[in-house]
T-cell receptor
Framework: EPEVTQTPSHQVTQMGQEVILRCVPISNHLYFYWYRQILGQKVEFLVSFYNNEISEKSEIFDDQFSVERPDGSNFTLKIRSTKLEDSAMYFC????????????FGSGTRLTVV | QKEVEQNSGPLSVPEGAIASLNCTYSDRGSQSFFWYRQYSGKSPELIMSIYSNGDKEDGRFTAQLNKASQYVSLLIRDSQPSDSATYLCAVAWGDGNKLVFGAGTILRVKS
């Protein structure tokens, strides 16, 4: 069964540094999402991406964050000037948009800011 | 603010019993509803999607939707210890059809 692939699985970074989280969606997915989950808390929506542009973003997704689909396959989340409170699991997800669809999540990247 | 509410649990059931998980949502206009299972430290895994009022069955799982009451439930028959996990209810909203998640219900199946 096709999978959404995320790299790295775990990243440790110093406060103030920039990180790039990468995702390879399933080939027939048209809509892409980033979510995060702080330890012990809800899965929170960050941003949705369709047709090479942001379709919706949450209030969490401020100027510190950006998304790109640089080569038509990979989908990246960049976090500039990381803060301690950015420590979380970050999940990429995709959906095909077809009937009876389901959103498929990647295995996640655990980001630890020290 | 769109809300999805779940009882955090833990819900403890003996092996072989039926586990019943419940969820309410705030937006009457919502059309798409999902149940995900999440093991500790892992990503959400889709169990069921439901779009119409009534029941939808898939193996040991049955999702129930009542749009008038803004209520979604998941029944797990013949519960197994491997079903022990956090169950997340999610509702799709907005132009980008983002998922809004509840906080999840912890299910413990005792052997």
């Amino acid at each position: 069964e096709p999978e959404v692939t995320q790299t790295p699985s775990h990243q440790v970074t110093q406060m103030g540094q920039e990180v790039i989280l990468r995702c390879v969606p399933i080939s027939n997915h048209l809509y892409f999402y980033w979510y995060r989950q702080i330890l012990g808390q809800k899965v929170e929506f960050l941003v949705s991406f369709y047709n090479n542009e942001i379709s919706e973003k949450s209030e969490i997704f401020d100027d510190q964050f950006s998304v790109e689909r640089p080569d038509g396959s990979n989908f990246t989340l960049k976090i500039r000037s990381t803060k301690l409170e950015d420590s979380a699991m970050y999940f990429c997800a995709g959906v095909s948009g077809q009937e009876d669809y389901g959103y498929t999540f990647g295995s996640g990247t655990r980001l630890t800011v020290v | 603010q769109k809300e999805v509410e779940q009882n955090s649990g833990p819900l403890s059931v003996p092996e072989g019993a039926i586990a019943s998980l419940n969820c309410t949502y705030s937006d009457r206009g919502s059309q798409s509803f999902f149940w995900y299972r999440q093991y500790s430290g892992k990503s959400p895994e889709l169990i069921m999607s439901i779009y119409s009022n009534g029941d939808k069955e898939d193996g040991r799982f049955t999702a129930q939707l009542n749009k008038a009451s803004q209520y979604v439930s998941l029944l797990i028959r013949d519960s197994q210890p491997s079903d022990s996990a956090t169950y997340l209810c999610a509702v799709a909203w907005g132009d980008g059809n983002k998922l809004v998640f509840g906080a999840g219900t912890i299910l413990r199946v005792k052997s």
